[in-house]
């Protein structure tokens, strides 16, 4: 039910992905979306999409539960689609009354569901092949760079550990709780909007009230532990720049050049 | 014929994924009318995902429950149904309440039967007196209550419903000695008013030994024993060998017996073991007199 959402799990297994460094993995994300959605014509799609299956194929990662995340938003992508296949530009190929369908609004809602769905692959790329724990400490070394602003990184890397730490316990939370009210009688499942809004008050109130007296408790466990914030902390695991790590920059930077390249090669298709 | 009806049942945790786990194997129970069950068994024996089954909250992997003699499962839709036959009150069963006030949360579960509002309001009143909880308590929010009340509003949310069956998954967990005491005397009470059949899950062999009248163990996912309760616990040689235990009063019986005086084994009360004890002295049955 609730435990087949994919979405942020970590999938254990070997390979290159898997292996390299959690930071370098970052920066790749941030970049390859920002030039997936710069992508211009057809040509420099069809590089990203080259790049979205190489790493597809990298990551050894069942293609099931690639289908999973796609599923889930799979109505967002149809939608938003669709939304863009109605442009007033170009030349008009379907027309329903006020409705005009024009080929400008056509490669629209193909550049627009493709870019969607390939930063979705990406991200969960990402965190099938991420451990938790290393992500966190990324962000962290990420972020060192900004400690003059005044923020204090160690404690923002703490609060991403810890919500990351208690999804799956909420998760079981909830099924504990959906459990108890259904015994009750509660109805998940009719349409009548009313009765379902008050079947879902019946799992948020008690979620939220448990949530709160977790977080006081973990407060309490901390701060008996001598918890000062996590300056200056040693790590377990270190992170440590790899040869793994420069051929993926270096994947990275080739699929920047071949977009640029495209983009200014042939004519634009979107705006 | 049995009120519910148990056959072949086995069931397998994340059945599709590379790592099934076997929860349940090939169970068969009959529990009948006006019966009171206890059902113990260390932690991760199945005590808790076999007491899943029995209002349909999981779906067994193979097997079928009979309620009445009707397969629960026979229409998925209706399964709502059952669950108002056989009321499942979970464990820390206060974490479930979300109302803003203790009469409404009570009413939930009738609410949820489309029942009329005189019979709502009589039924939230019966059970809140079941429980032993002043009725001043109806207007306060569940929030402001001690932890006690707060599960005993829970637990009258469920028996509001008038269930045939009401199955407590260690109702006892975590209250003091008085109030587990206070406890059992209500569910007794509430059993010998009711007529209806009452599951209970416990780690307190005496709360067992106090109110069932057959008990179920389970060990490793199977039944290992199921009989009358005083046959159960003259079994205690079993019963260490899976993890569990006797009551404290009946391990001094063992002991006693065991170093030649001739007292009965089969005590499970500090009443008639005191009176036991006694006996020793009257009829001078002692070892060393």
């Known amino acids: ?271 | 014929m049995s009120l519910i009806e148990i056959r072949n049942l086995s069931y397998i945790y994340s059945k599709d994924t590379n790592c099934p786990k076997t929860a349940l194997s090939n169970i068969n129970i009959d529990i009948y009318d006006n019966e009171i069950i206890g059902i113990i068994g260390h932690t991760g024996s199945g005590k808790s995902t076999l007491v899943q089954h029995f209002n349909g909250l999981l779906k067994p992997t193979s097997g079928g429950i009979y309620i009445n003699g009707l397969d629960i499962w026979k229409n998925p839709k209706k399964i709502r149904d059952i669950r108002f036959k056989v009321g499942l009150v979970f464990q820390y069963p206060e974490y479930q309440i979300f109302e803003d006030t203790v009469y409404k949360d009570i009413a939930f579960g009738p609410c949820n039967m489309n029942l009329g509002p005189n019979e709502i309001q009589n039924r939230v009143i019966e059970s809140i007196r079941m429980v032993g909880l002043p009725f001043s308590i109806l207007d306060k929010s569940p929030f402001e209550l001690s932890g006690g009340e707060k599960r005993k509003v829970a637990i009258a949310g469920v028996m509001a419903m008038k269930p045939n069956v009401i199955v407590l998954d260690e109702p006892t967990a975590g209250l003091d000695p008085l109030s587990r005491k206070n406890f059992i005397e209500n569910l007794k009470t509430y059993h010998s008013r009711e007529k209806n059949t009452i599951v209970i899950v416990s780690h307190n062999m005496e709360d067992i030994v106090e109110i069932s009248d057959r008990v179920l163990v389970m060990n490793n996912g199977r039944v290992e024993m199921f009989d009358r309760t005083k046959d159960i616990f003259s079994n205690g040689d079993v019963l260490m060998r899976i993890g569990l235990d006797v009551p404290k009063i009946t391990k001094i019986m063992f002991k006693l017996s065991n170093e030649g005086y001739r007292v009965k084994r089969d005590v499970f009360s500090v009443k008639d073991g005191a009176e036991e004890i006694l006996n020793l002295f009257r009829c001078d049955g002692g070892l060393n007199d």
């Open chain 1, 1 to 271: 039910m609730i435990r087949d959402l994919a979405v942020g799990q970590y999938f254990p297994a070997n390979s290159v992905l898997h292996r390299t460094d959690a930071r370098v993995k970052i920066l790749n994300l941030l970049i390859t979306i920002i030039f997936i959605f710069y992508t211009m014509n057809y040509f420099s799609l069809f590089i990203a999409l080259i790049y979205v299956f190489l790493m597809m194929y990298l990551s050894n990662i069942p293609m099931k539960l690639y289908m999973k995340n796609f599923k889930i938003i799979l109505f967002f992508t149809i939608f938003t689609g669709l939304l863009n296949l109605f442009d007033d530009r170009g030349k008009v190929i379907f027309e329903f009354g006020f409705l005009k369908i024009t080929d400008a609004g056509i490669n629209n809602s193909i550049f627009v569901c493709s870019r969607v769905t390939s930063l979705v692959i990406l991200a969960s790329i990402f965190t099938f092949t991420t451990l938790p724990t290393d992500l966190t400490d990324a962000v962290e070394k990420l972020l060192k760079p900004f400690a003059f602003i005044n923020i204090n990184i160690s404690e923002i890397a703490m609060m991403m550990t810890i919500a990351i730490r208690f999804i799956p316990t909420l998760i079981e939370e909830v099924e504990k709780i959906i459990n108890a009210q259904k015994s009750r009688g509660a109805d998940f499942e009719n349409k009548n909007l009313f009765v379902k809004i008050r079947a879902l008050m019946s799992i948020v109130v008690p979620l939220l009230e448990s949530s709160f007296k977790r977080a006081y408790d973990l407060a309490t466990a901390m701060e008996s532990r001598c918890y000062r914030g996590a300056e200056n902390r040693t790590r377990m695991r270190i992170l440590k720049f790899k040869m793994i790590d420069l051929f993926s920059i270096f994947l990275t930077l080739i699929f920047i050049f071949g977009v640029v390249y495209c983009n200014m090669k042939f004519p634009a298709t979107v705006k």
